[in-house]
C-alpha cells in the first residue's frame, strides 16, 4: 500500500520520502515501483520503445523518490505525512508522535485507515484542522478511488487541498464522514463475512458462491477469492475493529472458519493459501 501511494505521487510530480523500518523491504519496493514505471512508460508509447529508453524513463522518475529507514528524517520537511501501517490504532498513534517531533507545524497529517475512526486519533495530534483520511484501494496504480475522510475537526481548506490532491495523482475522490468502514467497507466487509458463513454452513461451494457473484453481478472477482486477495488477517482485524465500534450488530460477529484459517497461518494470496490454494 505504501509503495503504491508513493508511486502514484511521484509520476505526479511530487518528491516522495518512503519510510520503513527495513531497508532490504525498502529496496524491494523501490524495484517493485521501478518495474511499474517501466511498464506504465511502455503502455505510454504509441510505437514500441527498446527497455533500456523504458527504463531510463523509469529511473528519472524514480529521482523523486528516497527511501529511509529514519521516521525522523523521512518526516523532516514533509509537506504531508500519509500513514500506511496495519489497522492498529496504538500503532498509528506511535506513529503521529513519532512524525510531530520533526515535521513543520504546517504539515497535514494523514491516515489511511481503512476502518479505524479518525477521531480516535485526534488526541495525539497537535493540530487537528490538518488532520484527515486519505483511503486508498490496493492496488493503488491501478484503482482509481479515494476515500476523503474528514473529521469535524478537519478545516475546510484541508479538505479542499486534498480533494484536488486525489485529483493531480489521477485518483476519483469522494467525501467521506468519520463513520466505521466510511462508505466501501461499511458496505463491502458485510458482503465478504455473509460470503464466508454462507461457505462455513456449506450452503454453497467457494467455486460456486464466486462464479455466481462474477457472472451474475458482472462483479470482477468473487467474494471468496477477495477475501483472499485482502488478506485474511486484515479482514479479521477489520472485523473486529468493527465489532468493537459497532457493538451489538451481528453482522461482523466472529466467524469460526475465518478465525480458524488465519490460525493456521492461511492468509491469502500473500500466504499461498486462504480458502483457496494459490
Do not use: W
Given at each position: 500500500m505504501?509503495?503504491?501511494i508513493?508511486?502514484?505521487?511521484i ?12 531497508e532490504?523491504?525498502?529496496l ?11 511498464r506504465v512508460a511502455?503502455?505510454?508509447t ?5 527497455p ?6 523509469a ?7 528516497q527511501?529511509?529507514t529514519?521516521?525522523?528524517?523521512a518526516a523532516e ?26 515535521c513543520?507545524e ?16 485526534t ?5 487537528p484542522?490538518?488532520?484527515?483520511g ?19 475537526e478537519?478545516s475546510?481548506e484541508t479538505?479542499?487541498f ?16 468519520d463513520t ?6 461499511r458496505l ?17 461451494t467457494?467455486?460456486?458462491i464466486?462464479?455466481?457473484?462474477r457472472f451474475?453481478?458482472?462483479?470482477p472477482?468473487g ?11 486484515v479482514l479479521?482485524s477489520t ?8 457493538p451489538g450488530?451481528?453482522?461482523?460477529a466472529p466467524?469460526q ?6 490460525a493456521?497461518?492461511k492468509?491469502g494470496?500473500?500466504?499461498k493459501q ?5
Amino acid at each position: 500500500m505504501g509503495s503504491g501511494i508513493a508511486q502514484v505521487c511521484i509520476q505526479a510530480g511530487y518528491p516522495v520520502n518512503l519510510y520503513g523500518r527495513s531497508e532490504k523491504k525498502l529496496l524491494e519496493a523501490r524495484e517493485t515501483i521501478k518495474k511499474n514505471l517501466i511498464r506504465v512508460a511502455g503502455k505510454k508509447t504509441e510505437v514500441p520503445s527498446e527497455p533500456a529508453a523504458l527504463e531510463q524513463i523509469a529511473l528519472l522518475q524514480l529521482e523523486l523518490l528516497q527511501i529511509h529507514t529514519d521516521i525522523a528524517s523521512a518526516a523532516e520537511d514533509a509537506a504531508m505525512a500519509i500513514e500506511a501501517v496495519a489497522e492498529n490504532l496504538d500503532l498509528k498513534l506511535d506513529i503521529f508522535q513519532t512524525i510531530q517531533k520533526t515535521c513543520p507545524e504546517n504539515c497535514m497529517l494523514i491516515t489511511n485507515t481503512s476502518s479505524l475512526k479518525l477521531s480516535q486519533m485526534t488526541p495525539v495530534i497537535n493540530n487537528p484542522s490538518l488532520f484527515a483520511g486519505l483511503h486508498f484501494f490496493n492496488p493503488v496504480p491501478v484503482m482509481k478511488l479515494v476515500e476523503v475522510v474528514s473529521t469535524d475537526e478537519t478545516s475546510p481548506e484541508t479538505t479542499e487541498f486534498l480533494f484536488n490532491f486525489c485529483k493531480e495523482i489521477k485518483k476519483l475522490p469522494v467525501a467521506a464522514k468519520d463513520t466505521p468502514g466510511f462508505i466501501v467497507n461499511r458496505l463491502l466487509i458485510p458482503y465478504l463475512m455473509d460470503s464466508i458463513r454462507m461457505l462455513e454452513r456449506g450452503d454453497a461451494t467457494k467455486e460456486d458462491i464466486d462464479t455466481a457473484m462474477r457472472f451474475g453481478t458482472s462483479y470482477p472477482m468473487g467474494p471468496i477469492e477477495l477475501c483472499d486477495y485482502v488478506g485474511l488477517d486484515v479482514l479479521q482485524s477489520t472485523l473486529k475493529i468493527f465489532r468493537e465500534t459497532l457493538p451489538g450488530d451481528a453482522r461482523f460477529a466472529p466467524i469460526q472458519l475465518l478465525d480458524k484459517l488465519v490460525a493456521e497461518g492461511k492468509l491469502g494470496r500473500k500466504t499461498k493459501q486462504g480458502f483457496y490454494t494459490y
